[in-house]
């Protein structure tokens, strides 16, 4: 519980057992690499004779070939597979795998290869079709459409723009000019001809067809259209075949999958390995490895580096040192560890404010769901979720793991408040069998009684920011800054206290909060309070600002020092929100249960219910277990961090296997 | 008709109170969602593996419209137009619309405001998706005041409830 101590850590070993005893420390994941020791003439950082390109660049193949193999197959996921984590491989099947490297090379590049070549063939296929397009208005034509003329003729072959009649074309051409026309075909846009000519006319037909703007065709080939147009159809059909078997093959290897992310993984813990390998300082013989550790990993790196002659020297960090932070907690308190993690990781001389968290954090999320049934509904699937995927990832595990407590915690006050989808059991008794089955809540009705729970929500919010403060205090005294813990803390608690006290002992304030109970104290009593913080106001008043030296400047800070107490009146009031997010669930499954119940009791009356029951819930479940998570985050960020805690610390990244497909089995 | 006035004026001002309840702080919730729904698709188009993240912080300026709904319904039973017989008088009547107006004007304007804050927070989530948690919290910000008003509206109701006209 609380923020793991890091120590400064040296590795010395002998340049033979680099790789081996880099591995180890990649396999530990325990030490976040950090060059405290300086370049010199025996020290030098050298640069690895492999570079980290190659691993990227097979890296990004595996990645492609999964890709493509997911363009043919989708891989198989269900609705729940992304809690699911990644697959556990074990020591000994990591050096099995390692064989298989090769293999998944070949398979990678041979899946890669068949994927350029479809695309080219495709490629193919889309030009064989352009050609069929451009043969629609020739297939009429029974020559070769190449034919320039025979011993005596010559054969003009193509299209004049425009749509032509033979008269209009016959005029293009010199009067005495021997030439016959044939259209082979015309639209709007183009009008195919043939002419015949003597060969000897050859060139002043040829410019009177040019003056006419006649353009040879597109396609220039040694067959009649038909016979081109079948060619084509052939080719296209091969092609298709052939990208067929080449898609067969790809599917073939969908039982591949396996090898080819361990590839990748593979390759990607390499590349950290080698990109820090070369930025340790080596000397002829010897190589110095230099981080941060957590103090508690220390004897087991120690252990796993026995069999290689080692030193291991470790020293404190320094007092201003930017050094990394971790959090270790209990399995309870770490499932709100990511809530803390999301605002901001402690700083030096903070506490880790997980623990008093998770204290909070499950009673604020009960009261804003407050149902009985939605939280048995969370409960239960959260834990199922959690006993169905072993394999789930840390941070997700913790996440669930909140909804679980939270789950649990609605339970709690939705029998406290007698709210079970709102008032189902009672309407659906009544209204279907006539007799109404009222659970009584175990404390009282928030819906009847709201000002009650707007007491107990506002006393929670007090208690909530006294712990704040407190917290603020147990850091001030841990730094020695014992003025500042009489002054921002003590005197605080003072002025706060003695006007609830005073409050308390005012039957005004009873009559609004409480239901006009008598009030706890006397009058007598309330003026103590009331003189406490007076006194307390005097002190922050002339203390606040005791940074300055001007008594101007200071009085002036002080005031407005005094003047945070709104602060404080609104943070308070701010916990209201436990009660209206608490009513909006259990009101919400209660007009549910009223539109039910709406539609009569016959057959079509029950289906109703059921469908305007569950459509209602759901939603209820989502936004209400959503308003419930946001909204305790934010009383934890504002009204809690905003008294004791900042954060910014830098996570502790230590070199490590990270890997995208497969988790290697943790000791 | 002044008859009729006088016998069903203070019903009809429930039903008003209860209709301004919900739909003002509903448009403004669609209001609210919509604006933020223009951004969170703008950012799922980039990147869409951030779905989950921008559609939580789309959803947020859409609980406004809940408590309208709350406070609407509430009022319609209490009254008893929902499942029971309407009898209330003029001034009973005018206190039920007053309770709503607070959810109803607030619900309004909040919803909207958190619409555009949940905007600027999901441009903060398609830059830094690991900065959610921060993210969250901007638009909550502005939730409050409509929870607030929410809040006095439950109290009004529940007190016209006590009141003897």
Redesign the interface.
């Given at each position: 519980m609380a923020i793991l101590a890091m120590k400064r850590v040296s590795i010395y070993g002998l340049k033979a057992d680099s790789k081996p005893i880099l591995e180890k420390i990649q396999r530990a994941g325990v030490v976040e690499i950090q060059d405290f020791v300086e370049e010199d003439e025996v020290f030098k950082k050298v640069k690895m004779p492999i570079s980290a390109s190659e691993f990227e660049r097979n890296i990004r193949d595996a990645e492609a070939a999964l890709e493509i193999l997911n363009s043919y197959k989708e891989e198989k996921s269900g609705l729940l597979s992304s809690f699911k984590g990644r697959d556990v491989i074990e020591e000994k099947d990591y050096d099995t795998f390692y064989k298989k490297l090769a293999e998944a090379k070949k398979f990678v590049n041979r899946i890669l290869e068949l994927s350029r070549d479809i695309n080219e063939k495709n490629g193919e296929i889309i030009r064989a079709s352009q050609q069929l397009d451009m043969l629609v208005p020739w297939e009429s034509f029974d020559m070769a459409l190449n034919s320039t003329g025979t011993e005596k003729t010559a054969i003009f072959i193509g299209a004049l723009p425009g749509e032509q009649n033979l008269e209009a074309i016959a005029a293009g051409f010199p009067e005495d000019l021997l030439v016959d026309v044939e259209i082979i075909s015309k639209d709007k846009n183009q009008t195919c001809i043939m002419a015949v000519a003597l060969k000897e006319d050859k060139e002043q037909v040829s410019s009177a067809l040019r003056a006419m703007g006649f353009a040879y065709p597109a396609l220039v080939v040694p067959y009649t259209p038909i016979e081109y147009k079948e060619r084509l159809l052939a080719e296209i059909e091969r092609y298709k075949e052939e990208i067929a078997k080449e898609e067969e093959e790809i599917l073939s290897y969908n039982d591949k999958r396996p090898v080819i992310k361990f590839m990748a993984d593979y390759q990607s813990i390499r590349a950290e390995k080698y990109e820090v390998a070369s930025s340790l300082p080596q000397s002829d013989h010897a190589f110095v490895l230099s981080g941060y550790i957590p103090e508690i990993n220390i004897k087991d790196l120690e252990q796993t580096l026995e069999p290689y002659s080692v030193i291991i020297e470790t020293e404190d960090v320094g007092e201003k040192e930017d050094s990394p932070v971790a959090l270790k907690n209990n399995a309870f308190s770490s499932s709100v560890q990511g809530?803390v993690?999301?605002?901001a990781l402690p700083t030096k001389g903070e506490i880790d404010p997980s623990f008093l968290i998770s204290l909070f954090y499950f009673v604020f999320f009960g009261f804003m769901l407050s149902d009985a049934a939605i939280g048995i509904l969370i409960f239960v699937g959260a834990g199922i979720l959690l006993l169905k995927n072993k394999n789930m990832e840390h941070g997700l595990r913790n996440n669930v793991k909140l909804f679980m407590c939270g789950g649990l915690s609605a339970i709690f006050f939705g029998v406290l408040f007698g709210s079970y989808f709102g008032d189902f059991f009672q309407t659906v008794s009544s209204f279907f069998f006539g007799k109404p089955l009222v659970i009584k809540p175990l404390w009282l009705d928030m819906?009847?009684n709201?000002?009650t729970a707007?007491t107990l929500a506002l006393i929670m919010g007090i208690i909530h920011i006294f712990t704040g403060l407190g917290a603020n205090g147990f850091q001030l005294l841990k730094r020695k800054k014992v003025a500042d813990f009489i002054f921002d803390v003590v005197v605080w608690y003072v002025v706060i206290g003695g006007l609830l006290v005073k409050c308390l002992s005012m039957q005004m304030i009873m009559d609004i909060l409480a239901g006009g109970a008598t009030p706890p104290f006397s009058a007598e009593v309330g003026n103590i309070g009331l003189y406490a913080t007076a006194a307390g106001a005097v002190v922050v008043l002339f203390m606040g600002g005791r940074s300055s030296k001007n008594w101007g400047k200071r009085l002036l800070k002080g005031a407005y020092a005094l003047y945070g107490i709104t602060g404080y009146l609104s943070d308070v009031?701010?916990y209201?929100?436990l009660?209206?997010?608490g009513?909006?669930t259990g009101?919400?499954s209660?007009?549910a249960n009223?539109i039910g119940t709406m539609f009569g009791k016959g057959f079509a009356g029950i289906v109703i219910f059921i469908l305007v029951f569950l459509i209602i819930n759901a939603v209820n479940i989502g936004?209400n277990t959503?308003?419930a998570y946001?909204?305790t985050?934010?009383l934890q960020?504002?009204e809690f961090f905003g008294r004791f805690y900042e954060g910014g610390g830098r996570p502790f990244e230590p070199y490590s296997i990270k890997t995208k497909y497969y988790k290697f089995k943790e000791k | 008709m002044i008859e009729f006035l006088h016998a069903n004026m203070g019903t009809v001002l429930s039903l008003l109170g209860a209709a301004l309840a919900a739909s003002l702080a509903g448009v403004g919730s669609a209001r609210g969602v919509g604006l933020a729904g223009e951004a969170a698709a703008g950012v799922v188009g980039e990147d869409p593996t951030k779905f989950g993240k921008v559609m939580v912080l789309q959803l947020l300026p859409g609980t406004q419209g809940i408590y309208g709904l709350i406070i609407a319904f509430i009022t319609l039973s209490q009254t008893g137009i929902l499942g029971g017989d309407a009898n209330i008088s003029i001034a009973k009547g005018l206190i039920y619309l007053c309770a709503c107006l607070p959810i109803a004007i607030a619900g309004y304007f909040s919803a909207i405001a958190q619409g555009k804050a949940a905007a600027a927070s999901i441009g903060v989530v398609a830059k830094k998706p690991d900065q959610f948690g921060k993210a969250m919290i901007f638009p909550i910000m502005v939730e409050t005041y409509a929870i607030l008003a929410l809040l006095v509206s439950i109290l009004a109701i529940n007190g016209a409830a006590n009141v003897a006209f």
């Open positions: 809530v993690e999301s605002y819906a009847t709201p000002m707007l009031l701010s209201s929100r009660l209206a997010l009513l909006a009101v919400i209660s007009v009223m936004i959503l308003g946001v909204h985050n934010r960020y504002v | -």
